[in-house]
């Protein structure tokens, strides 16, 4: 039985209260361990914080010369973005300390790792350009100039697709990295995302609240769909017939929208708690997990029935969330703390349990950017 902690304002108090939960083991079942990394970039630490998996602790912070923006797995390689320095950082996972370098000409926006895991693809404002970087050279293997400055980024295995900041969306070819056409959609695009099978590309129109869908061939628009809110972040289900849309987290908008991408139309629009944000699916158990930063609590809905499955209290300002690959623990991201909440999923979706438990809360950087999990074995 682990002890139940509502809200506590005190971070000190809270991370001391859910360790004692921890060790409060009544009789229960011992919950399965997880060998894995988290590793977190973090603005207040300036650097990487990693956690380990197995024993729900910071295990060591790897510091860095610049800001980190975007942490990302290749493989069984861990990268940096460091925006403002142009730099692109290679992290020593057997040392802890950065490794490689390598400086771009202009400022990283973003950047997604090819499924293969060779290749790194990244996008720069000023200059506007896309390139793909070979993962064990660590050198740029191709670029293009863009035709303006992106905002955002999706890859699929043959092509790469760029929001801009004025009204347009760009395919660009992998890996040649030949932009293929750019198609105007009336309003800066910001989230980008391919349909699972690779033939559309849907994406969000903040200023006109729709999202829209295009043929990634020929860059045809094929179809508006009106939303109640700004969309801000996508995520599928597991065989990518649903997309799910949270918004900015404005305190009127307690909803996500669900699109099937392959009908394109919106098919209903949810309540998911308060504000939705951060967004994961478990795919095992058919779960959409949503943090909500308005009321401190994780919302975890069924994704047949869409009904309420469970809801987890946890305070402060959840951002992120993950799930470990064995799906046993979703790891939760305090935007301001950079606390890590852990809940057990066999424990909050058990119906026997009416207070849903943390399984326990561990510090990391404050201010975290983003997040990845790596395997040990990686």
Not at 178 to 190: A, H, P, Q
Request: hydrophobic fraction near 45%; proline fraction near 6%; glycine fraction near 8%.
């Amino acid at each position: 039985m682990f002890v139940s902690v509502r809200l506590v304002n005190s971070a000190l108090t809270r991370r001391t209260l859910l360790a004692t939960a921890l060790l409060a083991g009544c009789g229960r079942k011992l919950a399965r361990r997880y060998f894995g990394w988290l590793f977190v970039a973090s603005a207040a630490e300036r650097g990487i914080a990693v956690a380990d998996l197995a024993e729900f602790r910071h295990a060591a912070t790897i510091p860095l010369d610049q800001m980190p923006a975007q942490v990302l797995r290749a493989g069984a390689r861990v990268f940096v973005t460091c925006p403002d320095a142009r730099t692109l950082v290679e992290l020593d996972l057997a040392h802890w300390k950065p490794s490689r370098k390598l400086v771009l000409a202009g400022k990283i926006v973003a950047a997604a790792p090819q499924a293969d895991g060779k290749s790194l693809v990244v996008i720069t404002e000023q200059p506007s350009t896309i390139c793909v970087v070979d993962t064990n050279t660590f050198r740029v293997k191709k670029q293009a100039a863009l035709p303006e400055t992106p905002t955002g980024l999706a890859i699929a295995e043959s092509m790469a697709v760029v929001s801009l900041e004025s009204r347009g969306i760009s395919r660009v070819g992998l890996p040649d990295c030949r932009v293929l056409g750019t198609t105007e959609v009336g309003s800066r695009c910001g989230v980008v995302q391919f349909r699972n099978d690779g033939k559309m590309i849907l994406a969000g129109l903040g200023d006109l609240k729709q999202v829209v869908t295009l043929d990634s061939v020929t860059g045809a628009l094929i179809a508006r769909l009106p939303l109640s809110f700004a969309p801000s972040r996508f995520t599928f289900n597991d065989n990518g017939g649903q997309m799910f849309v949270t918004g900015g987290g404005a305190a009127d908008q307690d909803v996500i929208a669900i699109v099937n991408p392959y009908q394109s139309e919106v098919d209903q629009t949810i309540v998911a708690g308060r504000t939705p944000h951060g967004m994961a699916v478990s795919f095992t158990r058919n779960l959409l997990l949503v943090t909500n930063p308005g009321s401190g609590d994780l919302t975890i809905l069924d994704i047949e029935t869409r009904k309420l499955s469970a809801s987890v209290h946890m305070g402060g300002r959840p951002g992120e969330v993950l799930l470990t690959p064995d799906e046993e623990y979703a790891l939760v991201l305090g935007q301001d703390s950079g606390d890590v909440s852990v809940i057990r999923m066999p424990t909050v979706l058990d119906r026997s349990v009416r207070t849903k438990p943390l399984f326990t809360v561990f510090p990391m950087g404050g201010n975290p950017q983003s997040a990845v999990i790596v395997p040990k074995e990686a």
